[in-house]
């Protein structure tokens, strides 16, 4: 396909899944999706981001890029911020509606992007007219665009596996291996928004080992992972640092490790399901506080 036949297919693609995203926002504006549990805490954090302040007075309980990327775009759009508010009740009903269109907004445009990579990928992998049929897929996928309209990580969260492989397979084509960089920073920023991808690190760094090693390159191994653990460390560092100059002791991307665990897990629970405990009174701001005094 020459470059002129891409660059179209690439502008009617992008074209197309503007259109299904506008028209399933069309259809479910009628709809009251208010802002609740996950969604409500992000919406709440991102305001107070738009008021001039962090999203979080201590350690950060939950994955913060999303809700940092949300409090941007909330103080980018003029949607006056709050610091006071604990419930989405208490925000006037004009800010409440400002900030979810424009939350909305956000996950749209995140939507594009996956289209894009998508596309990306499936082309530089399997051809120009795979890219094309699996971003088509992506763009008209229904669970996508629903979800579009939450104010719920999973518009971000879908963008990084795609562009960390996008990103692996353009670095194992390289013949230089501080490319490989750009994988841990996917993989790192992608952490940030679940930290269930921070697991993908030590088994992307396994794998390039072993290839290395079976390969007869075990030092162009050693050189790449130490590009994938730059990506990451770059990634991480800033929230690292902030959380343990917060905590005063060393504390990742969050600190709700322990209280998920101990969620399903505690004596009572014959379950394993989430059981929410009478001290964790479901208000955002206090859900740090909730669980440790729980805990003591």
């Not at 709050?82 to 009740?89: L, Q």
């Not at 939350?103 to 289209?115: D, I, K, M, Q, S």
């Not at 013949?175 to 030590?202: I, S």
Request: net charge positive.
């Amino acid at each position: 396909m020459s470059p002129r036949r891409s660059f179209l297919a690439a502008v009617l693609l992008g074209l197309l899944a503007l259109g299904a995203a506008a028209l399933a926002q069309a259809q479910l504006q009628g709809d009251t999706y208010a802002p609740v549990v996950d969604s409500e805490a992000y919406l709440l954090q991102g305001l107070r981001l738009a008021a001039g302040e962090d999203i979080a007075e201590g350690v950060y309980f939950q994955a913060p890029l999303y809700p940092l990327l949300l409090g941007t775009a909330l103080r980018l759009a003029g949607v006056p911020g709050s610091t006071v508010a604990e419930r989405i009740e208490d925000l006037p009903p004009e800010v409440l509606a400002q900030a979810t269109a424009v939350g909305r907004t956000l996950n749209v445009l995140l939507g594009l992007v996956l289209v894009w990579l998508v596309w990306r990928l499936g082309r530089r992998l399997f051809g120009h007219a795979s890219g094309l049929w699996a971003a088509l897929l992506a763009a008209l996928y229904g669970s996508l665009l629903f979800y579009q309209a939450h104010l719920l990580k999973v518009s971000l969260s879908l963008l990084f596996l795609p562009w960390a492989i996008l990103a692996l397979v353009r670095a194992w084509q390289s013949a230089r291996p501080r490319t490989f960089t750009w994988v841990g920073l996917a993989l790192g920023l992608g952490g940030l928004v679940r930290g269930n991808m921070h697991l993908a690190v030590p088994l992307a760094l396994v794998a390039l080992l072993i290839h290395g090693w079976t390969a007869g390159q075990l030092r162009r191994a050693l050189w790449r992972c130490t590009a994938v653990g730059a990506g990451v460390a770059l990634a991480i560092a800033p929230v690292v640092v902030r959380n343990s100059l917060v905590a005063g002791y060393p504390v990742l991307s969050t600190a709700a490790g322990g209280t998920a665990f101990y969620l399903c897990n505690h004596e009572g629970n014959t379950t394993g399901l989430v059981q929410a405990l009478p001290t964790n009174r479901q208000v955002p701001r206090h859900e740090f506080g909730d669980w440790e005094q729980g805990a003591e």
